[in-house]
């Protein structure tokens, strides 16, 4: 009966933390594991200094959710267009903005980027190709097909990713967009981050179809779910999304399921889900996940894990003390780089057709 036990115990101890096969190096792995611990810690200290009255308006989360963002990005080149929307720190800091422009922005100094004019969330860097978001959500779905648009009529191998929420699909211009990409087979992945909820609007009373992925069907190109808190799995269909684009072969969307652990924003209780279903995602969580994970493969120890922790607390505290000691921008600045300089000038309208009918 003893050796019963013991047999069990060791076929457990053996269960593998992901069935995803890959072919990613260990180093590649560990730079994830930075990114994604990096997300989370920020994320995490940004709730707090709301919370302290540090900076104002409030703040959107995404604990919970770091894989969906940090895990594409990080395979993205500087090239390639990503289009954020409300809860993608993640995507900000793989896509290499530095933290202190990320922590100016949230505190609306005039060190970032827009020079405080926006929201706390929204973040971008023209020079990497982040654009800095509007509020109205899907927009940035718009715009990462416009993008690719023009990638493919300059004949440039870049690609467009975008993100949104699943209750951001109901909008009429994320249709559109997908419909357009679709037609021209254009370079772009569209990145859904289903967390069932749409500030308090469920999924199901959002959509007819179970899957929101499968609405990609309606414009000609694959549309697939997967498990967005496994952080292996989403680098795999990510990579698969993006070579498929820079091999022109179009768009996909991708369905990642996933949650968000606290309200739609740091000013929201949240109180419309219920505690046992957000303890069931918290258990999920996608970077205890890949930490059991590569433990168990050997490549991180509890001393390598201490050692970045460590490094990344002092990186995020140099980040907060450059965003509090920025001054705020003057009020005439209110009226600056709000319009294009380019505008009018319609660079892109080359004749050149994009689709012959015989495709
Ligand atoms: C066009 C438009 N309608 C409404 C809003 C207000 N709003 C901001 S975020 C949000 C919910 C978005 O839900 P979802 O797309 O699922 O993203 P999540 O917040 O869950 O990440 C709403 C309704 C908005 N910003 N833009
Ligand atoms: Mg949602």
Redesign the pocket.
Same mark, same amino acid.
């Given at each position: 009966m003893a050796q019963k036990t013991q047999t069990k115990k060791k076929s457990a101890k053996k269960k593998k933390a992901s069935k995803v096969s890959h072919d990613f190096s260990e180093k590649q792995l560990m730079e994830v594991y930075r990114l994604l611990m990096t997300t989370r810690l920020m994320d995490e200290q940004f709730r707090k200094l709301f919370r302290k009255a540090r900076f104002a308006g409030t703040y959107?989360s995404?604990v919970g959710?770091e894989a969906t963002t940090v895990c594409p990005c990080y395979l993205l080149e500087k090239d390639d267009f990503v289009g954020p &929307?409300?809860?993608e720190l993640g995507a900000a800091i793989a896509k290499g903005i530095p933290l202190q422009e990320i922590t100016a922005q949230v505190y609306a100094r005039r060190t970032s980027v827009d020079k405080g004019k926006t929201h706390p969330c929204h973040y971008g860097k023209k020079e990497l190709n982040v654009i800095n978001p509007a509020?109205?959500?899907? &927009?940035q779905a718009v715009l990462a097909t416009g993008a690719s648009l023009a990638y493919k009529i300059r004949g440039e191998k870049h690609v467009s990713v975008s993100f949104? $929420?699943? $209750? &951001?699909? &109901?909008?009429g211009g994320w249709h559109e967009a997908l419909n357009f990409a679709g037609v021209h087979k254009l370079p772009a992945i569209y990145i859904? =981050?289903?967390?069932?909820?749409?500030?308090s609007?469920p999924?199901s009373l =959002?959509a007819g179809v179970k899957q929101f992925a499968d609405r990609a069907k309606a414009y000609g190109f694959p549309g697939i779910t997967i498990d967005g808190n496994d952080v292996l799995e989403v680098l795999k269909a990510s990579k698969e999304a993006i070579e498929r684009a820079r091999a022109g072969e179009g768009p996909t969307l991708i369905e990642m399921m996933t949650y968000?652990w606290y309200g739609?924003?740091e000013i929201d209780p949240a109180d419309y889900r219920s505690q046992d279903e957000c303890d069931a995602w918290m258990k999920q969580c996608p970077l205890h996940r890949f930490e059991k994970y590569l433990t168990d493969e050997g490549i991180l120890t509890k001393a390598k894990r201490e050692g970045i922790v460590s490094e990344i607390e002092s990186e995020i505290k140099d980040a907060i003390d450059f965003a509090e000691n920025s001054p705020y921008a003057d009020p005439e600045e209110a009226l600056t780089d709000v319009y294009s300089v380019d505008y009018g000038q319609n660079k892109f309208n080359t004749g050149i057709s994009l689709r012959s009918d015989s495709e």
């Open positions: 959107f995404a959710q &929307s409300h809860r509020s109205t959500v899907a &927009s949104f $929420g699943e $209750g &951001s699909t &109901s909008r859904c =981050q289903n967390n069932l909820w749409a500030e609007v999924a =959002q968000r739609h924003s």
